[in-house]
């Protein structure tokens, strides 16, 4: 079994400082986990998986997360927002074995304040 | 690279009447393909998915079914529509690992 919890359900930032989002996860399996963004009325958008590499990954648009494994976390940070980064973000979980249901997190809607 | 398109892009619909929503997908071949949806204030809910032609799953008992008549093509339909039908629908297919990638997703509002 797995799941995924996001800690924050609102986020809010100033244009310029960082962003973190918290993202938890538990899997029987050792997982792949993924951040994806979501702008109104869009599709999802993949930003960054970790799949068994490097614990720190890095995504598109300055966005990177690491994974720790004896924390169960894979927090996303980026660390100067810009208004663009206005979004709804979604912590995901796959097992490795490439099963096809993913566990999305509630999701955590960013603010940026100009 | 491989792209989604969804039919349409918004919707608005009867209760009772028929639905049918189209995904097609370029640059793959073979791919998963997966239906959710996604109500207002609600995470993402997966409906459907299908590994090929013919060959679909349904996840949640419901009034929707879907068809996938052809390799790239993927279709969700209703006979008679609820009110609990409004969302949004995403159509999905599988990356060379677990991901996915989804489609821009049409906006259901069920009146």
């Known amino acids: 079994a797995q799941s995924v919890t996001q800690l924050d359900s609102h986020v809010s930032v100033s244009e310029g400082t960082p962003v973190l989002l918290r993202c938890n996860y538990s899997?029987?399996?050792?997982?792949?986990l993924f951040w994806y963004v979501q702008h109104p009325n869009k599709g999802l958008q993949l930003l960054l998986k970790y799949t068994s590499a490097a614990t720190l990954v890095k995504g598109i648009n300055g966005f990177e997360a690491e994974f720790k494994k004896s924390e169960t976390s894979f927090h996303l940070t980026k660390p100067s927002a810009h208004m663009s980064d206005a979004a709804e973000y979604f912590c995901v979980v796959s097992p490795r074995s490439n099963d096809y249901k993913l566990s999305f997190g509630a999701g955590t809607t960013v603010t940026v304040r100009a | 690279s491989q792209t989604i398109h969804q039919w349409p892009a918004t919707l608005v619909q009867p209760v009772g009447s028929p639905l049918s929503l189209e995904c097609t997908v370029e640059?793959?071949?073979?791919?998963?393909l997966y239906w959710y949806r996604q109500a207002a204030g609600r995470g993402l809910q997966l409906l459907f998915y299908s590994v090929g032609i013919g060959q679909i799953s349904s996840e949640v008992p419901q009034n929707l079914s879907a068809s996938r008549p052809q390799d790239r093509q993927f279709i969700l339909s209703s006979k008679k529509l609820l009110l609990s039908d409004s969302g949004f629908y995403l159509c999905a297919l599988n990356g060379q690992g677990s991901e996915q990638y989804f489609g821009p997703g049409t906006r259901l509002t069920v009146t």
């Open positions: 640059g793959t071949s073979n791919p998963n």
């Open positions: 899997s029987s399996y050792s997982p792949s």
